[in-house]
């Protein structure tokens, strides 16, 4: 099993600002600060973007099976720190601060996007980041509201097929209380049909 024991998150800079020059080859235990501008995507040399997946919580053996970004840049934005990557069980936090609606409440679309990086990457590792994967279908039903701390998200499969996988994910709160459950179905697209 992979796991990262990562439990903070720092607030990303404001937008402009330079990034991070990053520090190490080993995981730390949030992200660097780097910076994001709307409507631009984050062009990271190969070192950053590594550290950018350390600084993510994701271990070294799965960064090549993670696509040209390594880690989503939305993802990263957003303070998702993975704790457990595996085929069986995915878990990462999301800090709620910075992730609000306007009445102070994590977004609805914040659950989402954890849900569906989740599922995601979980069904990435099954097919050992071999063929890529789309997402096709995504729900949520929302328990409960949360305006502080952290929330953690966790990923079990429903389905694992060599076509579809299908995934559920619980959002809970920091005292273990279900927040949301999303489930999502992901595509297993050929190369070769392309």
């Not at 069980?89 to 977004?107: D, I, S």
């Not at 679309?109 to 990435?124: K, P, Y």
């Not at 389905?159 to 949301?180: F, N, P």
Request: with cysteine; glycine share 12%.
């Amino acid at each position: 099993m992979v796991m990262n024991h990562a439990q903070t998150a720092a607030p990303a800079t404001s937008p402009g600002a330079e990034p991070a020059t990053p520090s190490t080859s080993t995981p730390t235990t949030g992200p660097e600060p780097y910076a994001f501008v709307p409507g631009v995507t984050p062009e990271l040399s190969p070192e950053e973007r590594r550290q950018m997946m350390f600084d993510s919580g994701i271990p070294e053996e799965l960064h090549h099976q993670l696509g040209v970004l390594g880690i989503s840049p939305l993802a990263a934005k957003m303070g998702i720190i993975f704790q457990e990557m595996t085929v069986a069980r995915m878990v990462a936090t999301m800090p709620v601060a910075g992730n609000e609606q306007n009445a102070g409440l994590l977004h609805g679309g914040a659950h989402l996007v954890l849900a569906e990086t989740l599922g995601s990457i979980g069904a990435v590792l099954h097919t050992g980041g071999q063929k890529p994967v789309v997402g096709i279908e995504i729900s949520a039903t929302h328990h409960r509201g949360a305006t502080a701390g952290l929330v953690t998200g966790t990923c079990t499969p429903i389905h694992l097929g060599g076509t579809l996988t299908t995934h559920e994910i619980v959002m809970t709160d920091e005292q273990g209380k279900r927040l949301s459950t999303a489930k999502i179905t992901n595509m297993i697209l050929d190369p070769s049909r392309r």
